[in-house]
């Protein structure tokens, strides 16, 4: 008996047998490294789609402005943005710990400015990737070196077999009348805190 | 006969054949006045979200041509593209399963969670496991299979099917998901207000358990890399990374037409799918993920159920370029105000119209390609560029070819044309038509006339014919001169 493999390839072969050409692919679209990136706009963006931003301060600021008392920290997370005078939840964080203390701090792999997006690769500081989706809050740190323009900029930027998370704004839901709704399953509020 | 290599048609399971023709379906949905404010609503503020967030950038067009020739690439070197594909997914420690049709997909799907033991998955919204009926199958086989997609969710609780690519619920408005929430949900208390936050809320309760209980969890894609093996699932409420992250297996059905060739590739549809589906610069959440990641025991199914008779029809076979955006639905006169539900197909609308029938073969679908008035909107909007008004016609022509010879179709028709063939006989055709102009009765539309033609007019505007033609007319005056 054949496969389902080299029947659905054979078809695949059958059904070309008139040796389709297309014509090359033309990037004149605007590809990567052809601007520089402005904060500016990172911010417009972000706070366009609910997010808090914060250009100033610490990290223990943004969490006492929230009332929050205990955080989980990812390993790897520079020891100089750890927020001072809050309790601090290390990993491993199983799935109850991390819906019970229901808030985190990661830092992220790239910024893209001109759709408001964070992408985070699970590399250090960022943890797996329930860590980030459990809590219902989520602060990250962006350093201005890690913001770039647009979408070809952080595809140039980022390696694709790492476990990859794009977020823009806080979980949000249009399936009602087309009406956008922030708060569904992911973390409800995500505030931002851009350092140098 | 078939034998080995035949390009062929979708499974006779699964939801992309119309049971009823799309005239007869249409004209319920038409009846219904709330069903057609509620879609009159969505399409509007969806087209206006949409033309906001292209006009924001300078080189859409350019992303647009990219996007179409990147597809065409695909599909020209699909075979080369889905065994590298393979290759990359099983070196990093995913399972590649390979399925002919909807019901031998099923089968695979059924047979992965039967080997957890589990009873209950977890799903995000998918088109693939939509179209091959997959929730029906595990259902028979005593797998409750949970969507977990809002949208999907209200289509699951409210015993309906979806009517949208984008979203599924967008025929029922506020108070009539609060009232199915209410029936079907159980826990709900009963002071839930029709506020769409109220209800995403009820909805995040109803599920937040399922999610961190579940073992096994059932997505789509909506693209595939073939030089890495990435996959990528788009969406905005969490459901979906909760479903790709926190279960032990994950099982990923997708369409062999879902790869993209290279990761750079993907930097133009991240921009053209999000602002073409739900008008936004970018959705809330995507997910990409290699292989088995972060220890998961990893499937990917590749689907073929009618793709590659569609690949087969050079002049169908663009169609096949489609990301599932939506965009087409969104502009379409005869979606707004049919809605989704009268294309008896999980596709609806002109890409459906397009794609369903070359699913099927046109046989099984027949009346789809008629469910437009080739205006054209369709094409203008398309991320991927797919000339849907031309295809229509080439599958109407496809669907008249196969009616007898002598049908009374294709008699009048190849009176006609053979009569607008010859200029003398035209001249005559004319001449003779004014003959008619006592049916008129005085109108300036013949709005009744005797069968066969009554059928013609039932739908269309057939001009009383003039007294005088225009080239009698021109004969007799010189262009006005005498």
């Known amino acids: 008996m054949t496969s389902a493999r080299d029947e659905v390839l054979g078809r695949i072969r059958a059904a070309l047998a008139d040796r389709p050409a297309p014509p090359p692919v033309v990037r004149s679209y605007r590809t990567a490294g052809t601007a520089a990136p402005s904060i500016e706009l990172l911010v417009d963006r972000l706070v366009d789609y609910k997010a808090t931003v914060h250009t100033s301060g610490t990290t223990a600021d943004v969490l006492a402005g929230r009332s929050i008392t205990r955080v989980v920290v990812p390993d790897g997370f520079p020891t100089e943005f750890e927020p001072a005078g809050i309790e601090l939840v290390r990993e491993p964080a199983d799935i109850e710990t991390l819906d019970s203390v229901s808030a985190v701090l990661t830092t992220c792999a790239v910024a893209v400015a001109e759709t408001g997006t964070i992408v985070l690769d699970a590399g250090p500081g960022m943890g797996p990737r329930a860590l980030t989706l459990v809590p219902d809050y989520h602060l990250v740190v962006v350093r201005r070196s890690q913001v770039v323009v647009g979408v070809p900029d952080a595809i140039a930027a980022l390696e694709p077999t790492r476990p990859l998370t794009w977020i823009s704004g806080p979980s949000a839901t249009s399936d009602i009348e087309l009406d956008r709704v922030e708060g569904v399953h992911g973390p409800r509020t995500l505030d931002v805190l851009i350092v140098d | ?482």
């Open chain 2, 1 to 482: 006969m078939t034998f080995l290599g035949m390009p062929s048609v979708a499974s006779t399971s699964g939801h992309v054949r119309a049971s009823r023709p799309f005239p007869d379906a249409a004209a319920d949905a038409l009846g219904d006045a709330q069903l057609r404010a509620n879609l009159g609503r969505a399409t509007a503020t969806i087209r206006a979200k949409r033309g906001a967030v292209v006009a924001e950038l300078p080189d859409w067009q350019e992303l647009r041509a990219a996007g179409a020739a990147i597809k065409d690439d695909v599909l020209a070197h699909l075979d080369t593209y889905l065994e590298q594909f393979e290759q990359q997914v099983t070196a990093r420690g995913g399972t590649v399963h390979w399925a002919r049709d909807g019901d031998e997909a099923n089968r695979i799907v059924l047979s992965l969670v039967r080997a957890t033991g589990a009873s209950e998955v977890v799903k995000v919204k998918s088109m693939a496991t939509q179209e091959i009926g997959l929730n029906e199958a595990l259902d028979a086989a005593g797998i409750s299979a949970v969507e977990t997609d809002l949208a999907e969710l209200i289509v699951q609780l409210g015993h309906d099917t979806p009517s949208h690519i984008l979203v599924p619920a967008i025929h029922r408005n506020r108070s009539e998901i609060r009232e199915i929430f209410l029936r079907e949900m159980g826990e709900v208390d009963p002071a839930l207000t029709d506020e769409p936050r109220a209800l995403a809320e009820a909805a995040r309760r109803h599920l937040r358990r399922k999610f961190l209980s579940a073992r096994v969890a059932i997505s789509g894609a909506n693209f595939g890399i073939a030089s890495t093996g990435t996959l990528g699932v788009v969406e905005s409420e969490g459901n979906g990374r909760m479903c790709l992250t926190l279960p032990r297996t994950l099982i990923t059905v997708m369409g062999i037409e879902k790869l993209l060739p290279t990761w750079q590739d993907l930097e133009v549809f991240l921009q053209l799918l999000p602002r073409s589906s739900t008008g936004e610069r970018m959705n809330p959440y995507t997910s990409m993920w290699t292989g088995a990641t972060e220890g998961q025991d990893f499937h990917v199914v590749l689907l073929d159920n009618g793709r590659t008779a569609t690949l087969s029809d050079p002049h169908g076979r663009s169609a096949l370029r489609c990301i599932r955006c939506s965009a087409c639905l969104n502009v379409c006169p005869v979606y707004e105000r049919t809605g989704g539900h009268a294309y008896g197909s999980v596709y609806p609308g002109p890409i459906g119209a397009v794609l369903s029938p070359q699913l099927t073969g046109v046989a099984d679908n027949a009346s789809l390609p008629f469910a437009s008035s080739l205006c054209g909107a369709c094409y203008d909007v398309c991320p991927v560029a797919i000339d849907i008004p031309t295809m229509l016609v080439h599958l109407r022509a496809s669907v008249a070819a196969t009616k007898p010879a002598l049908s009374p179709e294709h008699v009048a028709m190849g009176a006609l044309a053979r009569t607008m063939a010859s200029p003398s006989r035209w001249t005559r055709a004319l001449r003779f038509a004014r003959f008619g102009r006592p049916l008129a009765r005085h109108r300036a539309l013949m709005r009744l006339l005797p069968p066969p033609l009554s059928g013609w007019v039932a739908a269309r505007d057939l001009p009383t014919p003039p007294a005088q033609s225009l080239r009698d007319w021109w004969a007799e005056t010189d262009g006005g001169r005498r």
